[in-house]
């Protein structure tokens, strides 16, 4: 891990124990929300198959775990992820007719998208992760967090800042949980950042100079080019 990725690692550890040993926890959600670079993705990836690995079963049923994305071409880094890490005598994967890693000691990963929110409605799930979370429908994560309830299960959401209003409901859990901080209680979202600066596997020395070419194209005139994640 990086160092970047010590405190969602931290949360996870705590958060799979409480699921592993069927006790009550606070967090239904964990909210990785930064900057790029910093490992969101990676790490949620990588939290689901432990999840799968640690808790083959819940119950005495198969443990149900969900990684969405927009599109399945978006994803194809995800992919890359899994491969790197889940050896191909633990799990195999299947593309036709669900897109599922079956696990040989009966956890299942199932790769899911958000083209149509309402697929979603089929049943129950114990973890999700919600890649580029900003990107995706409100709908979606209302359904599938719904979906958790039966086994106390929690919902991951990685995201950067939104650029769009499409993605304001990210800010507004990341708010909520900040409220009820300020109010005393126990919030249901658990806010963690990912700072990229604490990324050793990123080159920080280019990413000024990126950052100035990105702006040497815009028109400052041009109120379409405006970037919505300033403002919020």
């Known amino acids: ?60 049923s198969p443990t149900e775990l969900w990684v ?40 299942k990963v199932h790769m899911k998208t958000t083209d149509d929110p309402e697929s979603l409605r089929v049943g129950r799930v114990d973890w999700a992760f919600f890649n580029e979370a900003a990107l995706l429908p409100e709908s979606a994560y209302e359904i599938t967090l719904r979906a958790t309830q039966d086994k106390a299960g929690a919902v991951l959401l990685a995201s950067n800042r939104p650029k769009r209003n499409k993605g304001r409901w990210v800010i507004r859990l990341w708010e909520g949980a900040e409220k009820d901080e300020r109010e005393g209680l126990v919030p249901s979202v658990k806010l963690l950042r990912v700072p990229p600066s604490l990324n050793t596997a990123i080159d920080h020395s280019a990413k000024a100079g990126i950052a100035r070419a990105i702006m040497y194209s815009k028109d400052d005139d041009d109120e379409t080019q405006i970037d919505e994640g300033l403002i919020l």
């Not at 990836?45 to 690995?53: E, G, I």
């Not at 994305?69 to 194809?76: G, M, V, Y």
């Not at 880094?77 to 000691?105: C, F, G, N």
């Open 68 to 107: 969405i994305t927009q599109s399945i071409p978006a994803r194809d880094e995800l992919d890359e992820y899994t491969r790197a890490v889940i050896r191909p005598a633990w799990a195999k994967y299947r593309e036709l007719p669900k897109r599922i890693w079956h696990y040989r000691h009966g956890a």
């Open 1 to 60: 891990l990086q160092e970047s990725q010590l405190d969602a690692a931290t949360w996870f550890n705590e958060r799979l124990t409480a699921f592993r040993e069927r006790k009550k926890h606070a967090h239904c959600v964990g909210l990785l929300l930064d900057d790029r670079r910093g490992g969101k993705s990676f790490i949620c990836n990588l939290f689901v198959h432990c999840a799968a690995v640690d808790c083959p079963k819940v119950d005495g």
